[in-house]
């Protein structure tokens, strides 16, 4: 092609002299970006020649770099001509952004989901709801500058689509914020406050600062030993199984044996892989090998700590005949008040709002791969201006350290100054507009850039203005925390699809299962937000910090579980309570708010005092 590059050129009368062969290679990669032929090209270059109004007929490298520019300014204009809902991204609108300001034309650029309510929908044959109706298009004023830029973020002509919705037929009591949704003046919205939340934090620990890399062989064999004792304590204190003893001993007796799943490999488990490891207590910490072929059903994953009832008639294989994965909780209902640590003493005071409470939860990365412009967090926090939630949850990575130009070591800022500009300065704005009501949680991502890689990971250390600490909390990962008397349990490590790929089960022919509900039931049976051992390479485990932050000592009522598998809002039905009472609880996977270089998804969520009650909508950019 580059031949006929040079002939076309040549025929139009335009000489090479020197550079030759690094002209035509420009040239060429013109063509193949922007789908032009040979004779598109050297049209392009004729009206750049003349508009330039450049002397002599010899082609050279320095005019390259004007021509390209020139013909991505003329695709451009084709683009938006041709798509009259484009919006093209300039120097312009990320100064709007950064500076946060509360124009007329912003709420028409960032335009929030509220306004879907405000138009008609039709259901799609999946459930997911689109408007009918086309939305206010958008485009830049400057489209000539040199730092415009296509963005396929801002190609979407929906901003916001209602993806799924939980508990649509029941009738939630409406929030502040879906009053107000149809108000236009933005200085009413400014001026009526809402409800604020309360918020408790039930564990801390690591402390920021704290110093990692010291974990020990000990420090893991104590984690595991402790793990096996406790389901052991648990199961005999429960009454509803025999006394536990040692699997590895030979008995044709039918036993009751606790201990930890294991394989007796490097790979993944397999039927005929699977051990169990008992505690040092009562088998010395030896292993047995598991027959599982009399069981219909079971999940089974390497770290479960499980019950088994069967024999051993040989010593050196257990028959199973009965699994019991689920570890009693011996209170479900409260933690020891000494463990709880109030960020403030401003409860609401009315009694009808305890137990209600309104949120938006989404996870990072909170920018596209294709630029570090942070768009999705930009229209995430339009979308919470006009919804107006107590609760603003955001789970890392922000700073992701898998973005390509950080990978790259493209970026002239620090980790931090970028943590600081795009993250920290939008959600003081955000808190300045909504007013001391507002309230945001931030939880680090072992994918954060700027943060420790450890797990369990402390919180930032930022030091914000007197007037925002009331208003942003940084919390550690993982995190049990209450708003409203509402336990939320949350852990960014992507546990679902580690999981996911260690797991083995069976169910009855027939039998439909949901493996993803399964999946995240686990961590609610086995007491631990990463119960799995060995952990995965990526994960930074150091027990030697605090492994007691990895125990779930109740169930909560939210478990929220970001992950790259599919976005769900799902309630868990786990055991029964003190009282036999069925306990339930609501997990959420929220998904990613980027994927790639589109929008991703985000939750939004109505508590109101029960799971049969709440109301839960995924919501896709």
Not at 244 to 259: E, I, K, Y
Not at 461 to 486: C, R, W, Y
Not at 521 to 526: E, I, V, Y
């Amino acid at each position: 092609m580059d031949a006929e590059i040079k002939a076309e050129f040549e025929r139009n009368g335009f000489l090479f002299q020197e550079e030759e062969e690094q002209i035509l290679q420009k040239c060429l990669s013109m063509c193949i970006n922007y789908s032009l032929s040979p004779s598109d090209l050297v049209s392009n270059w004729e009206i750049y020649y003349l508009n330039r109004q450049l002397s002599g007929l010899v082609l050279e490298s320095s005019h390259m770099d004007g021509l390209l520019l020139y013909i991505q300014n003329d695709m451009k204009e084709k683009l938006i001509k041709e798509e009259p809902h484009l919006h093209i991204y300039s120097s312009n609108d990320v100064d709007m952004l950064l500076n946060d300001e509360h124009d007329s034309n912003k709420e028409d650029n960032f335009e929030s989901p509220s306004c879907l309510h405000e138009r008609p929908f039709s259901e799609t044959s999946n459930g997911s709801s689109t408007p009918t109706t086309n939305e206010k298009p958008s485009s830049s004023k400057n489209s000539k500058i040199i730092n415009d830029r296509i963005t396929p973020f801002g190609q979407r002509i929906n901003k916001f689509v209602s993806q799924f919705t939980f508990n649509t037929q029941n009738q939630v009591t409406q929030s502040r914020s879906q009053e107000l949704e149809n108000e236009d003046d933005d200085v009413i919205r400014r001026v009526q406050p809402g409800e604020r939340c309360s918020l408790h934090i039930h564990s801390s620990q690591p402390e920021p600062g704290c110093r990692f890399m010291f974990d020990r062989v000990e420090d893991r064999f104590n984690y595991l030993e402790n793990r096996i004792k406790r389901h052991a304590l648990a199961y005999a204190a429960s009454g509803l199984h025999g006394e536990v003893t040692d699997a590895t001993l030979a008995s044709q007796n039918s036993m009751f044996a606790v201990g930890m799943v294991c394989s007796d490999g490097e790979g993944c488990l397999n039927g005929k892989s699977i051990l169990l490891q008992g505690s040092v207590e009562h088998s010395g910490g030896q292993r047995v090998r598991l027959d599982l072929e009399k069981l219909d059903q079971f999940s089974l994953f390497p770290g479960q700590v499980i019950g088994i009832e069967g024999h051993n008639p040989s010593g050196h294989c257990l028959i199973a005949s009965k699994v019991i994965d689920l570890m009693p909780y011996s209170d479900v209902t409260s933690l020891p008040p000494a463990k709880r640590q109030a960020i403030d003493h401003q409860p609401n005071s009315e009694p009808s709002m305890l137990r209600m409470l309104s949120m938006v939860i989404a996870a990072g990365p909170f920018t596209t791969i294709d630029n570090l412009l942070f768009e999705p967090l930009t229209e995430l926090l339009a979308y919470a201006r006009r919804r107006q939630p107590q609760l603003l949850i955001l789970m890392g990575p922000f700073v992701d350290s898998e973005h390509p130009e950080i990978k790259k070591g493209t970026v002239d800022r620090t980790f931090d100054e970028i943590f600081h500009v795009e993250i920290i300065r939008r959600l003081q704005d955000y808190t300045e507009f909504m007013g001391s009501s507002a309230r945001v949680i931030l939880m680090p991502s072992t994918r954060d850039a700027n943060h420790d890689f450890v797990f369990p990971q402390p919180a930032f250390d930022i030091h914000l203005p007197e007037g925002m600490k009331n208003q942003i909390a940084f919390l550690t990962n993982p995190v049990l925390f209450s708003a409203n008397e509402i336990t939320v349990g949350c852990c960014t490590v992507d546990i679902l699809k580690q999981l996911s790929s260690e797991e083995i089960s069976r169910k009855p022919a027939g039998a439909h299962g949901d493996r993803i509900g399964r999946l995240a039931a686990h961590l609610l049976n086995q007491h631990s937000y990463y119960p799995l051992y060995p952990p995965f390479e990526s994960v930074p485990w150091d027990l030697s910090l605090s492994p007691e932050a990895l125990e779930i000592p109740s169930i909560p009522d939210l478990l929220l579980l970001p992950s790259d598998l599919a976005t769900f809002v799902k309630v868990l039905t786990i055991g029964e309570g003190n009282e036999g009472e069925t306990i339930k609880c609501i997990c959420v996977n929220p998904g990613r708010l980027s994927k790639g270089i589109g929008g991703g998804t985000f939750v939004e969520i109505n508590y109101n005092g029960d799971p049969e009650s709440t109301n839960a909508s995924v919501i896709r950019i």
